[in-house]
């Protein structure tokens, strides 16, 4: 019991090890936040740094648990997403202060959605380009993007209307233009797994997708040449 316990501990330490600068920048920024926050008596405000710092340290222990490694460059992507999500989103109301904020965090979640889902499928046929033509591997991994986008809109939707919040913003129009853009993220992110497909995996988003499969080839038994 103790053996798997330090095991399992050495290995979340070594998933913590290696991260990009960015990662280590925010998890700084969140702990000195904490610190400073508690110390002024702004406990609300320490509650989100300390809230924000354990949802960006959540993909570790869910990699952990089911023996994923992911990309340096995607986990940074996604404490990216949360810290603007949570910390500067609500905290310090980015949504507010710039409307564009919330147009660049649907994007960039679909596109990470988009590269999710063409993984997901990737994965279901344990690593064959040919199992189905490439442009339908795209094209399912583009739905499942959408569907998440659909889902978390119905989602704004419901709290606003039992909850009473403003999650909706401008109502109709948010809505829309939160769809518009999740559209065009899911389609990049689909493209990346479509371009992955095609060889093309030395640089950006296709990239990604090539470490993850080369970091987690268990996944990938029937990997084409």
């Given at each position: 019991?103790?053996?798997?316990?330090t095991?399992?501990?050495?290995?979340?330490?070594?998933?913590?090890?290696?991260?990009?600068?960015?990662?280590?920048?925010?998890?700084?920024?969140?702990?000195?936040?904490?610190?400073?926050?508690?110390?002024?008596?702004?406990?609300?405000?320490?509650?989100?740094?300390?809230?924000?710092?354990?949802?960006?340290?959540?993909?570790?222990?869910?990699?952990?648990?089911?023996?994923?490694?992911?990309?340096?460059?995607?986990?940074?992507?996604?404490?990216?997403?949360?810290?603007?999500?949570?910390f500067?989103?609500?905290?310090?109301?980015?949504?507010?202060?710039?409307?564009?904020?919330?147009?660049l965090?649907?994007?960039?979640?679909?596109?990470?959605?988009?590269?999710?889902?063409?993984?997901?499928?990737?994965?279901?046929?344990?690593?064959?380009?040919?199992?189905?033509?490439?442009?339908?591997?795209?094209?399912?991994?583009?739905?499942?993007?959408?569907?998440?986008?659909?889902?978390?809109?119905?989602?704004?939707?419901?709290?606003?209307?039992l909850?009473?919040?403003?999650?909706?913003k401008s109502?109709?129009?948010?809505?829309?233009?939160?769809?518009?853009?999740?559209?065009i993220?899911?389609?990049?992110?689909?493209?990346?797994?479509?371009?992955?497909?095609?060889?093309?995996?030395?640089?950006?988003?296709?990239?990604?997708?090539?470490?993850?499969?080369t970091?987690?080839?268990?996944?990938?038994?029937?990997?084409?040449?």
């Open positions: 019991m103790i053996e798997e316990y095991k399992s501990a050495y290995s979340k330490g070594m998933k913590l090890a290696g991260q990009s600068i960015v990662v280590y920048l925010i998890w700084a920024i969140l702990a000195l936040e904490l610190v400073l926050s508690l110390a002024n008596a702004r406990y609300s405000l320490a509650f989100v740094a300390l809230a924000t710092l354990a949802l960006s340290l959540a993909p570790v222990f869910f990699a952990d648990r089911f023996q994923i490694e992911l990309p340096v460059y995607f986990f940074a992507g996604i404490v990216l997403f949360i810290f603007g999500t949570v500067l989103g609500e905290a310090f109301g980015f949504y507010e202060k710039y409307w564009w904020w919330d147009v965090l649907h994007g960039g979640s679909a596109m990470g959605f988009g590269l999710i889902g063409f993984i997901f499928v990737f994965i279901l046929f344990e690593g064959d380009k040919y199992a189905a033509p490439h442009w339908a591997l795209a094209l399912i991994a583009f739905c499942i993007a959408i569907t998440i986008g659909a889902v978390w809109e119905i989602f704004e939707f419901a709290m606003d209307q909850f009473g919040l403003a999650m909706q109502g109709l129009m948010d809505t829309m233009w939160d769809l518009i853009v999740d559209v993220g899911a389609g990049i992110g689909a493209m990346a797994g479509f371009g992955y497909l095609k060889g093309r995996t030395r640089h950006g988003l296709p990239g990604i997708i090539g470490e993850f499969v970091k987690n080839r268990r996944f990938f038994r029937r990997k084409n040449k």
